[in-house]
C-alpha cells in the first residue's frame, strides 16, 4: 500500500521525451540483428509487407490498449490493472506482467553487460589491433565468469543511477540523446556500407521482394515473432511509460503509430548499415547474435577507418541496450513504488538489486542465459501481453477505455474498429504463437519449462493478489468493472 | 557478386523506406506540431477543447447507452468539461464549428 509521504506524480518533461523514451524501450539488440537477417531469410519486400500489416493489425492496438490504460489510471502496471480488474485475485494479472519483465531484465542485464564490455574495447582500438580474433575475443569473454558478473553488476549501477534520477531528470534526458545519437550512429554507417564495393548484395539480400513468400506460413509466423519481440507489447512498458503523459498528451498517435513503426524503422536502418557491410566482406549473414559479437569485429578489422566505425558502432549498439534496460527497469520500479511502502529511491535499489542477483546465473553461464531468454521470449512474452489485453478487453472493456481515454486529447481519431482486436484478435494471435513455439520445442527442455512457467506464473500471481488484495479495503470502483459489451 | 541492384530490390527498398521511415516521420511531425499547437493555445487560454467532434459524440453514445455503468460519473465529468471548455474559449485544438458547438448540451 503505497504511503501519503508520495506526493504528485513525474511527468515527461516534453512529448519529445515520451516518443524517445518509448522508441528507446522498444529498440534493442534484435533490432539490429535480427530485422535485416529475418528479413533476407524470408522473401525480403515481401516478409517486409507481412511485417507491416501485423504490426497495424496487432502490435499499434495492442500498444494503444497499453498506452491509454497507463494514461487513463495514471498508475504502473500492477495499480493499471488492478483499476481495470477489480482488486482481488484477477489483479494477478498485473503481477504476471511484473514477472515476466523482472525475468527478463535478468538475463537482458548481462547482454547489456557485453555491449558495454565492446564499447569499450572500441575506445580502446582493441579491434583494428594486430593480432585481434573475434572469436577468441568472445570466447575469452564468456569464459571469465567475473569479468561477466563485473560487467552485469556495472550495467545494474548504471540503470540504478539514472532510475534514481527519476523520470524528467534521468530516463527522460538519457534517452533524448541516446536514441537521435543511435541513429545518426546507424545512418553513418548505412551511408558508408552502401557505398562499399560489393555492398548491393547485402542489399539484393535484405530487400529484393519475392512475392511468393506471401504464400509461405512460415513467413508471417517470422514476422509475428518479430513483431512481437520487437515492439515491446506485452512487458508492461507503454502502461507505465503512459502512466508519466501529462494532461492534455495524446496517446494513439505517438504510443501506437509512431512507437510501433518507428522502432521497426531502426531496424530497417540496420539493415542498411549491417548488411551491405557483411556481404562487402564475405561475412556469414546467419550468424545471427554472433553476427554484431563475432561478425562484424572481423569486418572493422578491414574495413578503411575500422577503428572510428567500431567506436560508432558499438556505441549505438550499446544505447540501444541500456535505453530498453532503463525504461524496462521502470515498469519494476514504478510498480513495487506505488505498491510498497518503499519510496521511489528505495524502488530503484530494491528492484536493481533483485535483478541483479537473480541475474548473477545468465551473467555466470551463457548456456543458462540462452535458456532463461529461449523459455521467458517464447511463451513468458505472448503471455503477459494476453495478461494485459485480457485487463484490457474482457474486464475495462475496449470501448470504454477507448472512448474515455484512447480518444481524449488524441492526435487520431481511433474508430471502433479497434475493439475486436484488441479484445480477440491480438489475444487469439498470442496464444496461436505460443502454441506454434511448443509445438517447435515439442519434448525438448525449453519447451517442458515454458509450460511450468505458464501454469506457475500465473498461480503464483493470482495467489499473490489474493492475499494481498484480500487483506485491503475494497475500491468501489474497481470492483464493479466487468467488461463493457 | 551482384554488380547491378535488379528493379525487385529498389521496390522493396523503397516500400521499406517509405511504409517505416516516411510513416514515423509523419508520425512524429504531426505529434510534435500538435503538441506546439496545445501549448500555444493553453499559454493562450489555459484550457483547451479535449475530444474532437467524433470523439465527444461517441462519448455521448457511450453514456446513454450504458446508465449503469460505474464509469459513467467520470465519462460525465469528461463530457461535460469538454463542452464547457468550447463554450468558454474561442480558439480550439479540433475542428469544431460554431453550429456544432451551439448544439452541444450537457449531460
Redesign the interface.
Given at each position: 500500500m503505497a504511503t501519503e509521504a508520495k506526493t504528485a506524480r513525474a511527468e515527461w518533461g516534453s512529448r519529445f521525451g515520451f516518443l524517445m523514451a518509448m522508441i528507446g524501450a522498444m529498440v534493442g539488440v534484435g533490432n539490429i540483428w535480427r530485422f535485416p537477417f529475418v528479413t533476407g531469410e524470408n522473401g525480403g519486400g515481401a516478409f517486409i509487407l507481412a511485417f507491416l500489416i501485423l504490426l497495424f493489425l496487432l502490435m499499434i492496438p495492442g500498444l494503444m490498449a497499453e498506452v491509454a490504460l497507463g494514461k487513463y489510471t495514471g498508475k504502473g502496471i500492477i495499480g493499471a490493472i488492478r483499476d481495470a480488474t477489480g482488486p482481488g485475485t484477477a489483479a494477478g494479472l498485473g503481477v504476471i506482467v511484473l514477472i515476466v519483465n523482472i525475468a527478463l531484465m535478468t538475463y537482458y542485464s548481462p547482454v547489456v553487460g557485453w555491449t558495454l564490455y565492446y564499447m569499450i574495447h572500441s575506445y580502446l582500438f582493441t579491434f583494428t589491433g594486430a593480432g585481434f580474433e573475434a572469436g577468441a575475443f568472445l570466447g575469452a569473454l564468456f569464459d571469465n565468469p567475473v569479468l561477466m558478473i563485473a560487467l552485469h553488476t556495472a550495467v545494474m549501477a548504471i540503470i540504478a543511477s539514472v532510475l534514481y534520477l527519476g523520470i524528467s531528470n534521468g530516463v527522460e534526458r538519457l534517452v533524448v540523446y541516446a536514441v537521435p545519437a543511435l541513429v545518426l550512429g546507424l545512418a553513418a554507417i548505412a551511408i558508408r556500407a552502401v557505398t562499399l564495393p560489393g555492398a548491393s548484395e547485402g542489399l539484393v539480400f535484405t530487400f529484393t521482394v519475392q512475392w511468393e513468400y506471401l504464400t509461405f506460413s512460415q513467413t508471417w509466423i517470422e514476422a509475428l515473432a518479430q513483431a512481437l519481440f520487437s515492439t515491446g507489447l506485452g512487458w508492461g512498458i507503454a502502461i507505465t511509460v503512459g502512466s508519466y503523459l501529462r494532461e492534455y498528451d495524446d496517446a494513439p498517435l505517438g504510443g501506437g503509430v509512431f512507437t510501433a513503426v518507428g522502432e521497426a524503422s531502426i531496424g530497417v536502418l540496420a539493415a542498411f548499415a549491417i548488411f551491405p557491410l557483411v556481404f562487402a566482406f564475405g561475412v556469414d549473414p546467419a550468424s545471427g547474435a554472433g553476427l554484431t559479437f563475432e561478425a562484424l569485429p572481423q569486418v572493422f578489422i578491414e574495413m578503411p577507418g575500422g577503428a572510428i566505425w567500431a567506436i560508432v558502432f558499438f556505441t549505438g549498439f550499446f544505447l540501444a541496450a541500456i535505453t530498453s534496460a532503463v525504461v524496462i527497469t521502470e515498469v519494476g520500479v514504478t510498480t513495487v513504488s506505488e505498491e510498497t511502502r518503499l519510496s521511489r529511491n528505495q524502488s530503484v535499489l530494491g528492484v536493481c538489486g533483485v535483478i541483479w542477483l537473480f541475474g548473477l546465473p545468465s551473467a555466470y553461464s551463457v548456456e543458462i542465459l540462452e535458456f532463461g531468454d529461449d523459455t521467458f521470449a517464447l511463451w513468458g512474452l505472448p503471455l503477459a501481453t494476453i495478461a494485459i489485453l485480457v485487463a484490457v478487453g474482457w474486464f475495462m472493456g475496449p470501448e470504454r477505455l477507448r472512448v474515455l481515454s484512447l480518444n481524449q486529447n488524441a492526435g487520431i481519431h481511433v474508430g471502433r474498429w479497434w475493439n475486436p482486436l484488441v479484445k480477440y484478435v491480438v489475444p487469439l494471435t498470442m496464444v496461436f504463437i505460443m502454441a506454434v513455439f511448443a509445438w517447435d520445442f515439442r519434448g525438448e527442455d525449453i519447451m517442458i519449462a515454458g509450460m511450468v512457467m505458464l501454469v506457475g506464473v500465473p498461480l503464483i500471481s493470482f495467489a499473490v493478489m489474493r492475499y494481498v488484495d484480500g487483506r485491503a479495503e475494497p475500491q468501489t470502483q474497481a470492483e464493479a468493472t466487468g467488461g463493457d459489451d | 557478386?551482384?554488380?547491378?541492384?535488379?528493379i525487385?530490390?529498389w521496390?522493396?527498398?523503397a516500400?521499406?523506406?517509405v511504409?517505416?521511415?516516411g510513416?514515423?516521420a509523419w508520425?512524429?511531425i504531426?505529434?510534435?506540431r500538435?503538441?506546439d499547437r496545445?501549448v500555444e493555445l493553453?499559454e493562450d487560454q489555459r484550457r483547451?477543447d479535449?475530444?474532437?467532434p467524433?470523439?465527444l459524440s461517441?462519448?455521448r453514445e457511450?453514456i446513454e447507452a450504458?446508465p449503469d455503468?460505474?464509469?459513467r460519473d467520470?465519462?460525465i465529468r469528461?463530457y461535460n468539461d469538454c463542452v464547457e471548455i468550447l463554450r468558454a474559449t474561442d480558439r480550439h485544438f479540433y475542428e469544431w464549428s460554431e453550429s456544432e458547438i451551439e448544439r452541444l448540451e450537457p449531460i
Amino acid at each position: 500500500m503505497a504511503t501519503e509521504a508520495k506526493t504528485a506524480r513525474a511527468e515527461w518533461g516534453s512529448r519529445f521525451g515520451f516518443l524517445m523514451a518509448m522508441i528507446g524501450a522498444m529498440v534493442g539488440v534484435g533490432n539490429i540483428w535480427r530485422f535485416p537477417f529475418v528479413t533476407g531469410e524470408n522473401g525480403g519486400g515481401a516478409f517486409i509487407l507481412a511485417f507491416l500489416i501485423l504490426l497495424f493489425l496487432l502490435m499499434i492496438p495492442g500498444l494503444m490498449a497499453e498506452v491509454a490504460l497507463g494514461k487513463y489510471t495514471g498508475k504502473g502496471i500492477i495499480g493499471a490493472i488492478r483499476d481495470a480488474t477489480g482488486p482481488g485475485t484477477a489483479a494477478g494479472l498485473g503481477v504476471i506482467v511484473l514477472i515476466v519483465n523482472i525475468a527478463l531484465m535478468t538475463y537482458y542485464s548481462p547482454v547489456v553487460g557485453w555491449t558495454l564490455y565492446y564499447m569499450i574495447h572500441s575506445y580502446l582500438f582493441t579491434f583494428t589491433g594486430a593480432g585481434f580474433e573475434a572469436g577468441a575475443f568472445l570466447g575469452a569473454l564468456f569464459d571469465n565468469p567475473v569479468l561477466m558478473i563485473a560487467l552485469h553488476t556495472a550495467v545494474m549501477a548504471i540503470i540504478a543511477s539514472v532510475l534514481y534520477l527519476g523520470i524528467s531528470n534521468g530516463v527522460e534526458r538519457l534517452v533524448v540523446y541516446a536514441v537521435p545519437a543511435l541513429v545518426l550512429g546507424l545512418a553513418a554507417i548505412a551511408i558508408r556500407a552502401v557505398t562499399l564495393p560489393g555492398a548491393s548484395e547485402g542489399l539484393v539480400f535484405t530487400f529484393t521482394v519475392q512475392w511468393e513468400y506471401l504464400t509461405f506460413s512460415q513467413t508471417w509466423i517470422e514476422a509475428l515473432a518479430q513483431a512481437l519481440f520487437s515492439t515491446g507489447l506485452g512487458w508492461g512498458i507503454a502502461i507505465t511509460v503512459g502512466s508519466y503523459l501529462r494532461e492534455y498528451d495524446d496517446a494513439p498517435l505517438g504510443g501506437g503509430v509512431f512507437t510501433a513503426v518507428g522502432e521497426a524503422s531502426i531496424g530497417v536502418l540496420a539493415a542498411f548499415a549491417i548488411f551491405p557491410l557483411v556481404f562487402a566482406f564475405g561475412v556469414d549473414p546467419a550468424s545471427g547474435a554472433g553476427l554484431t559479437f563475432e561478425a562484424l569485429p572481423q569486418v572493422f578489422i578491414e574495413m578503411p577507418g575500422g577503428a572510428i566505425w567500431a567506436i560508432v558502432f558499438f556505441t549505438g549498439f550499446f544505447l540501444a541496450a541500456i535505453t530498453s534496460a532503463v525504461v524496462i527497469t521502470e515498469v519494476g520500479v514504478t510498480t513495487v513504488s506505488e505498491e510498497t511502502r518503499l519510496s521511489r529511491n528505495q524502488s530503484v535499489l530494491g528492484v536493481c538489486g533483485v535483478i541483479w542477483l537473480f541475474g548473477l546465473p545468465s551473467a555466470y553461464s551463457v548456456e543458462i542465459l540462452e535458456f532463461g531468454d529461449d523459455t521467458f521470449a517464447l511463451w513468458g512474452l505472448p503471455l503477459a501481453t494476453i495478461a494485459i489485453l485480457v485487463a484490457v478487453g474482457w474486464f475495462m472493456g475496449p470501448e470504454r477505455l477507448r472512448v474515455l481515454s484512447l480518444n481524449q486529447n488524441a492526435g487520431i481519431h481511433v474508430g471502433r474498429w479497434w475493439n475486436p482486436l484488441v479484445k480477440y484478435v491480438v489475444p487469439l494471435t498470442m496464444v496461436f504463437i505460443m502454441a506454434v513455439f511448443a509445438w517447435d520445442f515439442r519434448g525438448e527442455d525449453i519447451m517442458i519449462a515454458g509450460m511450468v512457467m505458464l501454469v506457475g506464473v500465473p498461480l503464483i500471481s493470482f495467489a499473490v493478489m489474493r492475499y494481498v488484495d484480500g487483506r485491503a479495503e475494497p475500491q468501489t470502483q474497481a470492483e464493479a468493472t466487468g467488461g463493457d459489451d | 557478386m551482384v554488380d547491378t541492384i535488379p528493379i525487385d530490390t529498389w521496390i522493396g527498398m523503397a516500400v521499406a523506406i517509405v511504409a517505416f521511415w516516411g510513416v514515423a516521420a509523419w508520425a512524429m511531425i504531426r505529434t510534435l506540431r500538435q503538441e506546439d499547437r496545445k501549448v500555444e493555445l493553453l499559454e493562450d487560454q489555459r484550457r483547451i477543447d479535449t475530444y474532437s467532434p467524433r470523439g465527444l459524440s461517441e462519448l455521448r453514445e457511450w453514456i446513454e447507452a450504458n446508465p449503469d455503468d460505474p464509469y459513467r460519473d467520470d465519462a460525465i465529468r469528461r463530457y461535460n468539461d469538454c463542452v464547457e471548455i468550447l463554450r468558454a474559449t474561442d480558439r480550439h485544438f479540433y475542428e469544431w464549428s460554431e453550429s456544432e458547438i451551439e448544439r452541444l448540451e450537457p449531460i
